[in-house]
């Protein structure tokens, strides 16, 4: 068994996502430019603030932990990875943050032999935060900049209820792949969310499934994953295995996949 470092816990992350978070929050209310990646995905300044801050924090509690981060990889810069590491987006759902949606968050999760064992997801303009950890899944209301609370919530997630299944989708990147995959199932409703914020459904029992089909990378789903996991879902491939990270040999993006609640 791994040992990590002591610092290294669920709170510890929730503590570095609210900071943060409170940068973007900062953004969003006043405006900040957006540009185009290599990839043509949106990028802006809270982007680039979020992760430098989260890059610092996440030194000074683990030194010499690798931490893959979006526009760190961007911009070419990936360290060696070993069998713990960190995975970062400081701002998924950008273009969810550019029309003022709301929901967006703050991704930070770390991957133990290829699983991602605790994580954060905390989205700034709804001031919610998710997290995981060796003690289970839990939640609270936290507005950004403000200290952790004492008070928080479990979360679980939920076996699928006898009339139907409650489906989320993203509110950016439906597909006819996924209306296809879904004719398999009773569906009682469809639901959409930006971001992360459908795995955290899905972790608190508010949406049974969630299939994605179109590219994802590591660090778009590895915190949404371990807040799954710890609530009792899972996060699959289309032929059954357990979405895994680590891929060097793809880039770091990720295969078609489906999040489901407890089963």
Same mark, same amino acid.
């Given at each position: ?5 002591? =610092?290294?816990?669920?709170? $510890?992350?929730?503590?570095? *996502?609210?900071? *943060? @978070? ?7 209310? &006043?405006?900040? $430019? ?22 610092? !924090? ?5 030194? @010499?932990?690798?931490?893959? %981060? ?21 701002? #998924? @759902? ?6 003022? +949606?709301?929901?967006? /968050? ?24 998710? %997290?995981? &950890?060796?003690?289970? %899944? ?7 900049? #403000?200290?952790?609370? #004492? /008070?928080? /919530? ?19 990147? =439906? ?10 199932? !009773? ?8 971001? +992360? ?5 899905? *972790?608190?029992?508010?949406? #049974? ?12 789903? $590895? ?13 699959? /491939? ?12 793809? =880039? ?12």
């Amino acid at each position: 068994m791994i040992e990590l470092p002591a =610092g290294l816990n669920g709170e $510890a992350l929730a503590r570095i *996502a609210i900071e *943060a @978070g409170a940068v973007i929050d900062r953004f969003y209310r &006043d405006g900040c $430019a957006v540009t185009q990646k290599a990839d043509q995905s949106p990028v802006t300044e809270a982007d680039r603030a979020a992760e430098a801050i989260i890059l610092a !924090r996440l030194h000074e509690i683990a030194p @010499g932990l690798p931490v893959i %981060a979006e526009e760190e990889a961007a911009a070419g810069r990936i360290p060696e990875i070993g069998r713990v590491f960190a995975l970062v987006d400081p701002l #998924d @759902g950008t273009k969810e943050f550019v029309a003022r +949606s709301g929901e967006f /968050t703050v991704n930070i999760a770390i991957i133990v032999d290829g699983a991602p064992v605790m994580g954060v997801v905390y989205a700034p303009a709804l001031s919610r935060l998710w %997290a995981a &950890d060796a003690a289970g %899944a839990w939640a609270c209301d936290v507005p950004p900049g #403000d200290d952790l609370p #004492d /008070t928080r /919530t479990g979360v679980a997630a939920r076996r699928p209820p006898s009339d139907g299944l409650t489906v989320i989708a993203s509110r950016s990147h =439906g597909t006819s792949k996924a209306d296809e995959y879904l004719k398999q199932f !009773r569906v009682a409703e469809k639901i959409s969310a930006g971001s +992360s914020l459908k795995f955290c459904r899905v *972790a608190e029992g508010s949406a #049974d499934l969630y299939p994605r089909f179109g590219r994802t990378m590591e660090w778009d789903t $590895a915190a949404g994953h371990a807040i799954v996991r710890a609530a009792g879902g899972c996060v699959q /491939t289309l032929d059954g295995e357990h979405l895994s990270y680590g891929k060097v040999d793809r =880039g770091f993006d990720n295969p078609d996949f489906v999040v489901r609640g407890a089963t």
